[in-house]
């Protein structure tokens, strides 16, 4: 993927999370990814954190936080992808690399 079309797919993202109204926003990521567009340009006061790490860095992940979506980047997530005890569905995808998942229910 070219970096235009990265661009592309994080401004589209970005305008579905600016447009949505969204306060509360995880974050899955695999690999290498692109973190920091996506925080530069959501709006201010937004919360955005980390999900399901699998890192040594997990113990720092708030199991409290339930967002209200979750943007996936470089990250396949299954039909149903579950975190913190709450379900979530693709609800959008830009591009072949990014999506963002929306909070259906709890378990």
Do not use: Q, W
Not at 55 to 76: H, L, M, Q, S, W
């Amino acid at each position: 993927m070219s970096r235009r079309e990265i661009e592309e797919s994080y401004k589209e993202i970005v305008n579905f999370v600016n447009e949505g109204g969204y306060d509360k926003i995880g974050l899955l990521t695999g690999g290498d990814s692109y973190e920091y567009p996506l925080d530069a340009t959501i709006k201010n006061g937004v919360r955005l954190e980390h999900m399901n790490v699998m890192n040594a860095t997990g113990k720092y992940e708030n199991a409290d936080f339930v967002p209200d979506i979750i943007i996936a980047v470089n990250f396949a997530p299954d039909e149903v992808t579950i975190c913190h005890g709450f379900e979530y569905e693709i609800k959008m995808v830009a591009g072949e690399d990014i999506c963002v998942l929306e909070k259906t229910g709890n378990l």
